[in-house]
């Protein structure tokens, strides 16, 4: 038996994922046990749940995966701020403190809440192969085209890639800052919204509006190329 033990969202609606033999048997958030929204801990809680609800318990965990680099994460961080220096020295001087302290320290910060000097294996995945894997693998399709649409992950905002069995190969990308992700937690934010928590309130109350600015997005927000990139 392998159990897979993932770790998704740390410091942001943390969750975690058990996956016992390719299968997902148990996942949960963080924020159902301690009932506080966008629980950014590690979530503990979560896990003891998830290892108790399959009989389970820590030292069965075989590996770990994380669904980002955040060092890679890091990089795109620091060269945004740069380019756009001395502007947004104020964000830069909030962001910084949580990376330096936590963010760069990921391996750590889950080997101590897993019990110490824990020696199981932590994999970290790109962002987007994360979103990749959990749409392909638990699909019924032993082959697939997969398309990931986000925000920003570590550089990434869209990707397109081929699912076959156990591999998975992403082809493609668009980077930051082209996101269409990005864009639609602008206009959360224009409507008065918090991004990164609105979002679905946004998409919720769509349907009852009319696309009154739809010519005019695409006309002047977005550039479509001939090949289906933006």
């Known amino acids: 038996m392998t159990l897979i033990l993932g770790v998704s969202a740390y410091y942001h609606d943390s969750a975690v994922a058990l996956i016992k033999d390719g299968v997902v048997v148990a996942a949960a958030n963080e ?50 701020y740069l380019a756009f220096a001395p502007r947004g020295y104020v964000s830069f001087s909030r962001a910084m403190p949580p990376w330096l302290q936590l ?27 994360s979103h990749a894997a959990s749409a392909f693998y638990p699909s019924p399709f032993d082959e697939a085209a997969i398309l990931t649409v986000d925000g920003v992950g570590e550089w990434t905002t869209t990707s397109w890639g081929i699912g076959n ?13 082209h996101s269409l992700g990005l864009l639609y937690s602008a206009f959360t934010y224009f409507c008065g919204f918090r991004v990164n928590s609105g979002e679905y309130k946004l998409m919720g109350l769509a349907p009852y509006g009319e696309p009154t600015f739809a010519d ?4 002047e927000l977005i550039r479509l190329n001939e090949d289906g990139s933006y």
Do not use: M
Request: aromatic share 8%.
């Open 31 to 80: 924020e159902r046990f301690t009932r506080t929204k966008h629980d950014s801990a590690f979530p503990c809680e979560a896990l003891e749940g998830c290892l108790h609800s399959i009989g389970a318990n820590v030292s069965d965990i075989d590996y770990v995966g994380f669904y980002e680099k955040p060092l890679l994460k890091f990089e795109r961080l620091l060269e945004t």
């Open 103 to 129: 963010k760069l320290h990921i391996p750590r910060e889950i080997r101590k809440h897993l019990g110490g000097k824990t020696k199981r294996r932590i994999v970290f995945c790109e962002h987007h192969e």
């Open 165 to 177: 069995r156990e591999k998975l190969e992403l082809k493609q990308d668009i980077r930051f800052p």
């Open 216 to 219: 005019t997005i695409r006309k």
